[in-house]
């Protein structure tokens, strides 16, 4: 399984999303989903998650807030792919630009309106409770076939 985290950066009633529009052969292109990626070896998923946000929108993040973890049974090109879900309200820096999409601040009543994975949508939900989220996502052409979760 390949481990991996995502993150909504969260301010104002606004959400910072990535628009995945630039990386080639990209399993998220035309997607807009958090910033996040692939453990490093010897990596925290909370290790992980603020070297992914630093590295993709130039930003500190000083605490995060985990939500779940989600698992996808052969999404990412076969493999299963495991991923920790954050959000992150205490950052700072300069917002750079990102070789992998265009960072945006979407303000939250319209994320429902962008093309995102179906699975996504769930995360929002996650994230207005304290609980911890448990899930599984099941995906065939693009579109969720399955969908388990445990709260806790």
Avoid at 51 to 78: D, M, N, Q
């Amino acid at each position: 399984m390949i481990l991996t985290t995502m993150c909504y950066l969260k301010r104002n009633h606004q959400t910072l999303l990535l628009h995945r529009i630039k990386k080639q052969k990209d399993i998220n292109e035309g997607k807009w989903i958090g910033v996040g990626g692939k453990f490093e070896a010897g990596e925290s998923p909370q290790e992980c998650m603020k070297r992914e946000i630093f590295e993709e929108t130039g930003l500190t993040a000083h605490s995060l807030k985990l939500h779940g973890f989600v698992s996808f049974p052969g999404l990412y090109y076969g493999e299963d792919e495991g991923m920790f879900i954050f959000t992150c309200e205490d950052f700072s820096g300069e917002l750079h630009e990102c070789d992998e999409g265009v960072l945006k601040w979407i303000d939250d009543q319209d994320i429902d309106k962008l093309p995102m994975w179906e699975g996504d949508y769930h995360f929002f939900e996650w994230i207005e409770d304290n609980d911890f989220h448990s899930a599984k996502i099941v995906y065939q052409d693009d579109h969720v076939v399955e969908y388990q979760e445990e709260v806790y």
